[in-house]
């Protein structure tokens, strides 16, 4: 099965990348962008018998810093 | 001077192992150990532990973060818990935020540049080991070299950090983004210091500056006299 992982920066850490991605549509033209935050999508292929618990686990000890981050679980159906 | 039993971590990608190295053997006298990450254990007596700079396993996923989940980590933590003084340096200190060790997290420079230059520190706190030699409120010159140096940690956290005397060494001017201008953190039983700062690259004259000395001749000293 597959599984995402969203991972994102906690709200009120600021996020110098997202704002340079932010200038960088801005030096492009787009017009009406009010903010960008840059996170990362880690997939996992993993059997089905893992649990929510353990890829919590995962997430917690090494997918995600918890002091700056915040992540999201996804299952995909297979 | 000749017990001086040091350690000097080497994980893949590692770039400041031998500077650590050699600076400590120009400050002690002795040559560390050089262990590689994968070992599961340290030394049977160990009276330091260096963690150096570089990009642990090409900074993937975050800086540090592979390198603090290492088999060899497992027993720097059990080290710290002896008291044992582990120094961590640029990759060093991000490798101890990740494992735990310390508090807060290194974020990328706020300006997205990668900083190289010589910089400016106010040591803020001479109460523990690797401050000793210095005096609170002296200002000494160390280079820095890094990405990912501004440091984060909530408002608690760095409120905490300032009422109990854990912040080492604060910039004189604005870096890379930290919070409050902290270059440098201590643990809370002031036996682990992790630093963007890199005091190993200023030991010899020759190389422009020897204010990285004190840091290292203040390790050795209290373990001489301990």
């Known amino acids: 099965m597959k599984v995402q992982i969203h991972v994102s920066l906690k709200p009120g850490v600021l996020d110098p990348q997202g704002r340079a991605i932010q200038h960088s549509l801005e030096g492009l033209g787009f017009k009406g962008v009010n903010g960008v935050r840059a996170g990362k999508l880690i997939e996992l292929e993993v059997d089905d018998t893992v649990s929510d618990a353990q890829l919590d686990e995962m997430c917690r000890k090494l997918l995600a810093n918890m002091v700056i981050e915040n992540y999201r679980v996804e299952r995909l159906s297979a | ?226």
């Open chain 2, 1 to 226: 001077m000749s017990g001086f039993r040091a350690v000097v971590i080497t994980f893949p990608g590692s770039n400041c192992d031998r500077d650590m190295a050699v600076a400590l053997e120009n400050v002690s006298g002795v040559a560390p150990a050089r262990v590689w990450h994968g070992e599961p254990s340290l030394p049977d007596r160990v009276d330091f532990v260096a963690l150096p700079g570089g990009f642990s396993y090409g900074d993937y996923l975050r800086s540090g973060a592979m390198a603090g989940r290492s088999p060899i980590m497992r027993a720097v933590v059990d080290a710290v818990k002896r008291g044992v003084p582990v120094l961590g340096v640029c990759n060093g200190f991000q490798v101890l935020t990740e494992t735990g060790l310390l508090p807060g997290a290194l974020m990328r420079n706020a300006a997205i540049r990668f900083v190289c230059r010589d910089v400016r520190l106010t040591v803020e706190n001479e109460g523990s080991c690797f401050t000793s030699a210095y005096r609170t409120g002296q200002e000494i010159v160390i280079p820095v070299a890094h990405h990912d140096g501004n440091y984060f940690a909530d408002e608690t956290t760095l409120d905490r950090l300032e009422g109990e005397g854990q912040i080492a060494f604060r910039y004189t001017e604005p870096v890379n983004g930290s919070a409050r201008g902290i270059a440098g953190v201590l643990n809370e039983d002031r036996n682990v210091l992790g630093m963007m700062p890199h005091p190993e690259r200023a030991i010899d004259a020759a190389h422009g500056g020897q204010d990285g000395r004190k840091l290292f001749e203040g390790v050795v000293s209290r373990l001489v006299s301990a």
